[in-house]
């Protein structure tokens, strides 16, 4: 800040409210690289990191400018992001989450299993899965994924897998997870 350095590096914390007077060019590299994760708030999270980093550029008399790096420039969240066009991001992203019966209109619940024996872990798991089964058979419109590893399946030494619940949204519901944990903690 006091050297007024027109240039700035940095990881994802460079989008959390930095403001530096100067610093009127920013670039996002592989800024398509979050959106391949399993996780269903993928496209928001690109989203808000893009346009985060966007903002971080021409905050004060001078315009700003950002350079998106991609690989799939015709990615439509993509675009969005760069235009910072919110309300087109957003009745998207609500209408796949409707058509996936992904949250806020279904209930995801994600049980994750770690230890240092793969072999434990993933029996750990598949108790989960059946201890769901028996617990859900009766609730409608459920869905039982996994065992699966995470999408960094090791670390430190431990495996880690989950099984994820997707249902709609009911008391049963959460009841029938908390049982399930309980029970699988007790075995």
Do not use: H
């Not at 994760?37 to 700003?64: C, M, N, W």
């Not at 108790?127 to 994924?145: A, H, S, W």
């Amino acid at each position: 800040r006091s050297q007024r350095i027109p240039i700035l590096v940095g990881t994802q914390m460079v989008t959390k409210g930095l403001n530096f007077e100067y610093v009127t060019l920013v670039g996002v590299v592989s800024a398509d690289q979050s959106l391949y994760s399993s996780d269903y708030r993928a496209g928001e999270r690109t989203f808000s990191l893009i346009t985060q980093v966007i903002g971080r550029s021409g905050r004060f008399q001078k315009p700003g400018r950002a350079v998106i790096q991609t690989f799939t420039p015709e990615t439509q969240i993509i675009r969005q992001a760069a235009a910072q066009d919110y309300d087109s991001f957003y009745r998207a992203e609500i209408e796949l989450r409707r058509v996936t019966g992904a949250p806020p209109f279904s209930d995801m619940y994600v049980l994750t299993a770690t230890g240092t024996d793969e072999t434990a872990v993933l029996r750990c798991c598949m108790d989960v899965r059946n201890e769901l089964l028996r617990l859900t058979r009766e609730i409608p419109g459920v869905q039982i994924l996994g065992p699966a590893p995470l999408p960094v399946a090791r670390v430190n030494r431990s495996w880690r897998y989950r099984v994820t619940l997707c249902c709609p949204e009911s008391r049963t519901a959460r009841e029938t997870v908390s049982r399930t944990l309980l029970a699988c903690n007790n075995s």
